[in-house]
């Protein structure tokens, strides 16, 4: 019963996990992190959201390029990564395009 439990609350954790950040970058985090208040857990977190927020534009504009190569919405292509059913296209269906339909701003 208890081990049952235990597996359960294993099976819940879905928190992201990073490889160590080197002596350099932890050291950094750790001194942001006491200049702001919070503890390094929340201050990696913060700076990962504020990154994130920084490439919002050029991530969307990845997903549009990979959804233009494969003839389908945006939001199609979204969903799949989303899901994990995005996959490369293979060879063969590289080869077979015709097209990629136009792009709306610079691509990056």
């Not at 992190?33 to 700076?47: C, K």
């Not at 927020?53 to 549009?64: G, H, L, N, W």
């Not at 494969?70 to 395009?97: C, S, V």
Request: no cysteine; glycine share 4%; net charge neutral.
């Amino acid at each position: 019963m208890i081990h049952d439990r235990i597996q359960n609350m294993a099976a819940k954790d879905e928190r992201l996990r990073i490889p160590p950040l080197g002596e350099w970058y932890e050291d950094l985090l750790t001194v942001d992190s006491a200049i702001t208040g919070n503890t390094e857990p929340a201050q990696a977190a913060s700076l990962l959201r504020a990154k994130l927020k920084e490439r919002e534009t050029i991530i969307a504009k990845r997903v549009q390029y990979l959804a233009a190569k494969r003839g389908i919405p945006f939001e199609e292509m979204w969903l799949q990564i989303l899901k994990g059913k995005y996959q490369k296209l293979t060879q063969d269906e590289i080869n077979a395009l015709e097209s990629i339909a136009p792009f709306k701003d610079e691509f990056p």
